[in-house]
């Protein structure tokens, strides 16, 4: 497997936070992006039936596992870290037949050209040489291929600040997503639909506990999904979701 020198630090990094656990601070946050995750899995749910599906940079596999139970034919999932998949070798119990984990540099992958029907990812293509992964992704999906990532945005300038003064949160490469990456994957691909989420849900933060059963939540999601849809506001979400075609 040939590595770039980020991607050895990236190697290195997602080891060692899935040595320790895979914990950290900031996921206490991600409860702000309830909707983003649930708008995630139900495009999943209903794409994912009889599907050949990559979990395109599976960490521990928690969501390979998960989407197990929308009936794919297979998922082959990769990730370049070889804790990570070990961790998630571990967490699968049943089904084993239909899950391949392989340990693969997501940029250029030893995977075959035209094999997938699916992509899909969560918080990854920022840890990556986009011009290469989103080539690489393209080279993998078959010809009528759809992707669907979650992905940080990187735009909002008070969260760009905690980012900065919290450097060890997070890989000295990683590179939250800016409009003009939005627009490359638009050039790049077809039919691509891209959601905003994560303005008024993370501004309120403190005042409620389980997104799912918050009453604030709701009424701060419909917020976000109005606010957000007018475009000069756009830079202010926290992470995006981008549906696509292949061309």
């Known amino acids: 497997m040939t590595l770039s020198e980020i991607n050895v630090r990236e190697k ?55 989407i197990l139970q929308f009936n794919p034919s297979k998922i082959t999932a990769i990730d370049i870290s070889e804790k990570a998949i070990e961790v998630a070798k571990q967490k ?30 969560a918080g990854i293509l920022h840890h990556l040489d986009l011009n290469k992964s ?3 992704i393209n080279r993998l999906l078959n010809k009528h291929g759809k992707i669907v990532f979650m992905e940080p945005l990187g735009t909002n300038p008070i969260i760009n600040l905690y980012r900065r003064f919290t450097p060890k949160s997070r890989s000295s490469d990683e590179h939250p997503l800016i409009f003009s990456d939005i627009k490359f994957i638009k050039h790049i691909f077809h039919r691509v639909e891209i959601k905003y989420y994560g303005f008024f849900t993370v ?14 939540y709701s009424l701060l999601s419909k917020f976000d999904r109005y606010f957000l849809n007018i475009p000069i506001f756009r830079f202010l979400a926290w992470s995006i979701l981008i549906k696509a075609e292949k061309s």
Request: aromatic share 16%; hydrophobic share 25%.
């Open 12 to 66: 290195k990094f997602h080891n060692q936070l899935h040595d320790s656990g895979g914990q950290r601070y900031e996921n206490k946050f991600y409860k702000a992006l309830n909707t983003l995750y649930n708008d995630f899995f139900i495009y999943l749910e209903k794409e994912s039936i009889n599907k050949k599906m990559l979990d395109y940079g599976c960490g521990a596999g928690s969501y390979t596992k998960k």
């Open 203 to 216: 501004m309120f933060l403190p005042f409620y506990k389980y997104p799912e059963k918050s009453k604030l």
């Open 134 to 136: 989103i080539s690489e």
């Open 92 to 121: 699968l119990t049943n089904k084993k037949n239909l899950v391949e984990y392989r340990v693969e540099n997501c940029e250029n992958t030893k995977l075959n050209s035209g094999e997938y029907d699916l992509i899909y990812g």
